[in-house]
């Protein structure tokens, strides 16, 4: 049995510090790469607008997520803090409701989040495929990204099964390896010259642009697609429940990676159109840094790139990794999911859900298109992060949680800000990125995302009868249970 394992539940370990989890989180950056070209496809060099704005939009959404981890120390992220503001331990009816609005949000973040393996295992088998001609003759890109993803989860699983803190070390080791070279593609295009400035001024925004429905709808897309990448590292936050010290860990972890991502995301943008230009940007839209470095560095910058990317990529698929595998311990803790799946080792280490997530991914890669992926993912991160913050608002009027010990706090008023934002997700983003979906890869990974969150309803009502309620209703004994283990196990802040 675990170490961790307290009243029947299993809980996970506190073993790191706000340093060890940025790490983690540092893959977050690297989210940039799929998008790179994708952007400016649409809005040309006002891309490099659009990823300050998200980023900024971070700052503003992870204030309240930081108060929410301070909060509720012992609840993992978002998943986590949804689950518990919208419970109602006295529901009367079938089902709690509340419950299921915390475990679908919870579940949306977990598919925002779970098929960046399958993504970056598909880049990493296209860039194999290109860097090593004796690969590409006898192997597929498909064969090559399955087998990828079979080393590289494999390699992950074994690593993070020693616990967090190993998965932090490792995190280290990759942040060195490829946010440095990440950082000298940024800068180096600016110090060698070979950015002109006119490719940005004379082509900052598309020539046929209207501010019609259709474009307004495009432009809602294409900052759900944009907050997939430049919001996400509210991941830091998903360790809640494993810092040390989460008053003061969770607020500097978020802090310092969002001054990355704001500095990275706009060099980078900025130093690809500079050097290419719109036009090339496009004709380059899988990877345009590859160029970029052929321009600056000459023939020998582009293999030192892929091999860069190649360990940039291992990086972000082992931040979606630990913190898909964190979001559905979450979920089975709390209910929500098969008790199983919460089932961790005597390190702390959630084997079961990761387990499932990468078989679940290894499935994905059947699908072969990394940008059908990403575009459903998006549906589920952005229905998250609207729900997320609704949850925010909640917890702030509701008197269960309005007067709740807050080691770390967001500016007065910061309901208002979080009530802005948690619409803009959700209807504006959710709506924009389906009709952006449509127009750019027809229909299907649409279709792909809602079935795969549709999927939770039956699981839910499976985890619901598992925990022993007769047509859905807890006993007296069993309320009593869940009501002392919550107390503890929830507003406790200590360790």
Known sequence: MSENRVDGVDHLKRSINWKQGMAIALGVPLLI??????????????????WAISVLQGFLQNAAYAEMATTFPKASGLPGFAQLVFRNENFKGKYDKGKLIGGFTAWSYWFGWNPIL???AILVGGYLHGLFPVLGETFSEYQLALISGVVIFGGLYVVNWFGLKDGAILGYILAAISLIPLVVLAVAPFATGHVDMANITGNWWPSDWGWDLHHILMLFGIFAISQWSACAWETAAI??????????DVPKALLACGLICLVLYV?????VIGVLGVDGVQ??????????AQAVFGQAGSIVTIIMLVAAMVLIIQTAYLGSS??????STEGNLPAFIGKTNRQGTPFVAMLIIGAFNLVLISMGNAAAILAASAIGYTLANGISLLAYVRAKKHPAFANLERPFKAPKGWKHVALVFGLFNVPFCVVGVVYLNSLEIGWTSTWVGFLVLALYLPIWLYSQREKGRPNGEPTEEAVQTIDATEQERVLDPTP
């Open 33 to 50: 790469l799929p998008s790179l070209g994708y952007l400016p496809m649409y809005v040309s060099a006002a891309a490099i607008l659009i």
């Open 118 to 120: 399958a993504i970056f």
């Open 239 to 248: 360790y809640g429940p494993e810092y040390k010290n989460p008053a003061k």
């Open 267 to 271: 060099l980078l943008q900025t130093a």
């Open 283 to 292: 004709a380059q839209a899988v990877s345009p840094l590859i160029p970029v």
């Open 326 to 331: 964190r979001a559905m311990h979450s979920m």
